[in-house]
């Protein structure tokens, strides 16, 4: 089965640092991303990983370790903009690359 | 970088009628087009997947002949909502995969779908 979990809401204030855990159990990986998503706007491309480790993009970083079958997302210098839900996808290896989302976490930065 | 479009963005109709949600792929060739529908507060469940040229997939639980997929070309895929109930409120949203940038999906905008 497939199965992506990440926590339901976080909190931060403004200028600090956060991290959002991702865990997955999935019959196959090829892949996982982070979005983000504004209230009713669509997903916004953050990261993607396929091998351990850190990438790096300015103040997100993402970070896999695919033997523990977890990730996450870290968001340095929060700005009230970064207000939004965070979603954790995985990409499995069948067919057309379909992608698997959790059900995100909603993070709320506080002045 | 890769534009898609949906569109209407928004629609409201009465129980019983269908609509149409159109999704395009504007700069790009997508083969494959995915249709996505999203519950207030909750994320992203995948309905089915668009393949240009052949039948849609559907994920588990998801009636075919109630949501319509059509992926005529290699930049439309369209969703039709036959029979819409007030159930079938939700957000729709499309995304796109393009051969060119295999590790990266592109999302519309949205359709929000409110059924009376």
């Known amino acids: 089965g497939q199965n992506i979990d990440q926590p339901t809401e976080m909190t931060a204030t403004e200028g600090a640092i956060v991290q959002i855990n991702c865990t997955y159990q999935?019959?196959?990986?090829?892949?996982l991303f982070w979005y983000q998503q504004h209230a009713g706007e669509a997903p916004t491309f953050l990261s993607y990983n396929v091998l351990d480790g850190l990438e790096e993009k300015g103040r997100f970083s993402s970070f896999l370790s695919r033997s523990k079958g977890y990730s996450y997302l870290l968001l340095k210098e929060l700005q009230m903009k970064d207000s939004a839900s965070y979603l954790c996808?995985?990409?499995?290896?069948?067919?057309?690359?379909?992608?698997?989302f959790g059900a995100g976490t909603r993070l709320a930065v506080h002045p | 970088g890769a534009v898609v479009s949906q569109h209407p963005s928004w629609v409201i109709c009465k129980s019983g009628t269908s609509v149409k949600i159109e999704c395009r792929s504007l700069?790009?060739?997508?083969?494959?087009m995915f249709w996505y529908r999203q519950f207030p507060k909750q994320s992203l469940m995948l309905m089915a997947t668009s393949n240009e040229g052949s039948k849609a997939t559907y994920e588990q639980g998801v009636e075919k002949d109630k949501f319509l997929i059509n992926h005529a070309s290699l930049t439309l895929s369209t969703l039709t909502v036959t029979s819409a109930h007030p159930e079938d409120s939700s957000f729709y949203i499309c995304?796109?995969?393009?051969?060119?940038?295999?590790?990266?999906?592109?999302f519309g905008p949205g359709t929000r779908l409110t059924v009376l």
């Open positions: 996808a995985v990409r499995g290896n069948g067919g057309y690359n379909k992608l698997i």
């Open positions: 700069d790009f060739q997508a083969t494959t």
């Open positions: 995304s796109a995969r393009w051969t060119g940038k295999v590790n990266e999906q592109f």
């Open positions: 999935t019959s196959g990986f090829n892949g």
